[in-house]
């Protein structure tokens, strides 16, 4: 799979220095350079391809390349910054063949060194990434059933019978057959009235026992004294005891 360069950064004015060998490990300083006069003017591009990350100095109007620095790694030792001033850098430039050479860098503004640094962090952060996803590759959740394995779901299903119109004809609804209310049980009726000649007088006292032969039971069951007391009319006497009863 072809894999595209994709363009970093962009600067349009950098400048290129002639320095010379480094006498100690204490690291380059701008100020042994001489900054008033570059060896070199153009225009700086950061790009990647896939890994690989390469700066390359060309010309601003042109393109045509003077050189180009492969950056394996920040900080390191193909891009170093300098001791005393962070608008400056120690680049190792290379060519086909593998020969390599020490130049110096420098920019106008420090706001255009802060994001050449953004720029080669945020790559390399991402390389990072990218090789730690390689080595623990992501594991695949399986939901499936394994050999021998059972679900059991429980399910409550309402059994509906019978439809509106069964419930109607169970109801007893109007019109329905059987819609009328069953007698109590027994099936005994209220007794009958009294006959006319049978029925007491206006002013005689009505007597338990004799409006109907039904009630012969009770009158039977009853004391002669309390059938006699029966039979006495209401007068205003008992009529006090009734009350109170």
Known sequence: METYESVLLVKNEVFVFKIPPRTSNRGYRAADWNLQEPQWTGRMRLVAKGEELIMK?????????????PIDKYPGVALEA????????????????????????GFGDRSDSFDLNVALQDHFKWLRKEQEGEQTPQQQLDLGFKEGETIKINMKITKKDGSEGNKTRRGGGIGGGGGLLPPPPGGSRLPPPP???????????MVPGTANSDWGDFNSASTPNQQQQQQQPITPANQQNWVQF
């Open 57 to 69: 100095l060309e010309d601003k109007t042109s393109g045509e390349l003077f050189a180009k620095c």
């Open 82 to 105: 300098v001791t005393d001033s962070s608008r400056y850098f120690v680049v190792r430039i290379q060519d086909d063949n593998g020969r390599s050479a020490y130049i110096g860098l």
């Open 195 to 205: 006959s006319p000649q049978h029925a007491p007088s206006p002013s005689a006292p």
